[in-house]
C-alpha cells in the first residue's frame, strides 16, 4: 500500500521556521522525484519545491527562493521541505507528491499557518 505522509507543520510567527517531514512507503521511493506544493484557500495549488529522485537537482518557485530547502533521505525514505523566514503569504496546506514517469502519488497535506 502506497502512503505519503506528512508531518511538522503548525503556527509559527512571522520570520520562524518549519520543518515539514515526508514519510514515504509502499513504491521505490529512491527511484521517484519528490515535490513540495502548497494550496491556500481560495488559490490554486502551487509548485513550492521539488528535488530529483538521487537528490543532485533542486528546483524553488521564486517566492521561496532562497528561504526554503528540499531535501531527501533515500535510506529512511523521507523528503523533507525547511522553510525558514515564513511569512504570511506562506500559509497554506502543504502536500507532498512522489512522481516518475506517468506514477504519482500524493500525501493527505499538513497544515502551515504564520501570523501573529
Known amino acids: 500500500q502506497v502512503q505519503l505522509v506528512e508531518a511538522g507543520g503548525g503556527w509559527v510567527q512571522p520570520g520562524g521556521s518549519l520543518r515539514l517531514s515526508c514519510a514515504a512507503s509502499?513504491?521505490?521511493?529512491?527511484?521517484?522525484?519528490m515535490r513540495w506544493y502548497r494550496q491556500a484557500p481560495g488559490k490554486e495549488r502551487e509548485l513550492v519545491a521539488s528535488?530529483?529522485?538521487?537528490?543532485?537537482?533542486?528546483y524553488y518557485a521564486d517566492s521561496v527562493k532562497g528561504r526554503f530547502t528540499i531535501s531527501r533521505n533515500n535510506a529512511k525514505n523521507t523528503a523533507y521541505l525547511q522553510m525558514l523566514s515564513l511569512k504570511p503569504e506562506d500559509t497554506a496546506l502543504y502536500y507532498c507528491?512522489?512522481?516518475?514517469?506517468?506514477?504519482?502519488?500524493w500525501g493527505q497535506g499538513t497544515q502551515v499557518t504564520v501570523s501573529s
Open positions: 509502499g513504491f521505490f521511493f529512491s527511484t521517484y522525484a
Open positions: 528535488i530529483s529522485s538521487g537528490g543532485g537537482a533542486t
Open positions: 507528491r512522489a512522481e516518475s514517469g506517468s506514477l504519482s502519488y
